[in-house]
Nanobody
């Protein structure tokens, strides 16, 4: 099985910075896409940022120029550096992994899709 574990959430003042980390464990050969999503009560989970194994990134407009996503393919980890935090960034942040390659069986590629961490709370308040 594949497990994602987030860390680094907490309380921060507006304008401050925080780094979230996520580590994927299990028998993993490769993860195509890793990313971060967030959710506040009563709203849908929304994309924050994603990064492919080749380093291609995608950000929500609301966090562009403030957040930076990175990853270490060898360690199956991803970080989210959040700067210039605003109260509206308050949410539970979830790590996500998509197309997790577990093994090859001849021509077949055994893959898991859409894996989620348990979430970490980020509170931005003065």
């Amino acid at each position: 099985q594949v497990r994602l574990v987030e860390s680094g959430g907490g309380l921060v003042r507006p304008g401050g910075s925080l780094t979230l980390s996520c580590a994927a464990s299990g028998s993993i050969l490769k993860i195509d896409v890793m990313g971060w999503y967030r959710q506040v009560p009563g709203k849908d989970r929304e994309l924050v940022a994603t990064i492919t194994s080749s380093g291609l990134t995608n950000y929500a407009n609301s966090v562009k120029d403030r957040f930076t996503i990175s990853r270490d393919n060898g360690k199956n980890t991803t970080n989210l550096l959040m700067s210039g935090l605003k109260p509206e960034d308050t949410a539970v942040y979830y790590c996500h992994a998509d197309r997790v390659v577990l093994r090859y069986e001849g021509t077949r590629v055994i893959t898991l899709i859409d894996r989620w961490g348990q979430g970490t709370q980020v509170n931005v308040t003065s």
